[in-house]
């Protein structure tokens, strides 16, 4: 699973791990199956992300 640090991130590293983030999540939800806990988490950190990076671009 990918290791994100906590310093802020810029637009491009913000969709790197976007998308790394969600190639682990189909992945693990394919093994593990949509309602394990390890699938919620990492879906809800994603969604962490998404925001994250749709709030910088509403804001330029």
Known sequence: ?????KKRKNE???LLII???RGQLVQL???KGL???EVV???QC???YIV???SRMNAK
């Open 46 to 48: 994603l969604d962490e």
């Open 12 to 14: 491009t590293d913000l």
């Open 29 to 31: 939800a394919q093994e």
């Open 35 to 37: 309602d394990h806990i």
């Open 41 to 43: 988490n990492l879906s």
């Open 19 to 21: 998308e790394e983030l």
């Open 52 to 54: 994250q990076f749709q």
């Open 1 to 5: 699973m990918i290791q994100v640090k």
